[in-house]
C-alpha cells in the first residue's frame, strides 16, 4: 500500500495550524477564513482524523475516510468534530482549549483484504464493517496499547459495537489503510 508523498514539515505545521484556528473560532462563536490554498498535496482528497489530547488523555477523535473536500478543508471540518460533535466527550470548553494537543492523520484510500496476515501493526489502521456496524481504529492505536494483529483486530470489533472474534466471520468486511501522522509536539508548535 503506497502511501504517496509525505507532507513537508510546513504543509504539516499549516494543517496543525489550520485545525487549532477552527477550533478557536467555533469557540468564539465566528465564521472559519481559511486561507487561499494553491499547494496540490494540500488540496487533494484525501481522508483524514484528528485527534485530541488533554493531559496525555484522549479528548476528542473524529475522521472520515471518503473525503469530498479538499484536505486542508477536511482537517478543519474534522477539527471542530472531535471538539464539539465526538459522543464519547462533552463539547470541548474554552477553558480547555490552550490545554488540547492537536494530531492529525492523513489517511490512504482504504483497501479491502481477505488475508488478515496482510495487516502489518503500527502500519496499518484497520476498518471492519459487518452488516449495520463499523469500527475504525487507526494505525498507532495497536502501537500505543502493545496489540498483536489479532488483539488489535478483536479491539476494532469491540469498537464497531460487535463482539471480540468477528472478524473470522465470512461476512465481516476488512479494510486497511495506513497514515501519516504528525503532531503539535513532532512539528515543534508546542
Not at 472478524?167 to 512539528?187: G, H, L, M, N, V
Request: charged share 25%; glycine share 8%; hydrophobic share 40%.
Amino acid at each position: 500500500m503506497n502511501i504517496g508523498s509525505s507532507l513537508s514539515h510546513e504543509e504539516r505545521v499549516f494543517l496543525l495550524k489550520i485545525a487549532r484556528e477552527a477550533i478557536r473560532a467555533e469557540l468564539e462563536g465566528r465564521p472559519l477564513e481559511l486561507p487561499l490554498v494553491s499547494d496540490p498535496r494540500l488540496l487533494e482528497r484525501r481522508g483524514a482524523f484528528v485527534t485530541l489530547h488533554k493531559d496525555g488523555q484522549l479528548r476528542g477523535c473524529i475522521g472520515n475516510f471518503f473525503a469530498d473536500k479538499p484536505l486542508y478543508e477536511t482537517v478543519a471540518d474534522m477539527a471542530i468534530s472531535a471538539a464539539f460533535h465526538d459522543p464519547r466527550f462533552p463539547p470541548l470548553h474554552p477553558s480547555e482549549f490552550d490545554q488540547i494537543e492537536i494530531e492529525i492523520s492523513v489517511l490512504t484510500p482504504l483497501e479491502q483484504i481477505n488475508d488478515v496476515e496482510q495487516i502489518q501493526v503500527g502500519v496499518h489502521g484497520i476498518y471492519i464493517v459487518k452488516g449495520p456496524y463499523r469500527g475504525v481504529l487507526l494505525p498507532q492505536v495497536a502501537t500505543e496499547y502493545g496489540w498483536d494483529r489479532y488483539t488489535f483486530l478483536d479491539q476494532t470489533c469491540v469498537k464497531a459495537g460487535l463482539y471480540p472474534g468477528c472478524w473470522k466471520e465470512p461476512d465481516t468486511q476488512i479494510f486497511i489503510f495506513s497514515a501519516e501522522i504528525f503532531d503539535e509536539r513532532s512539528e515543534g508548535l508546542i
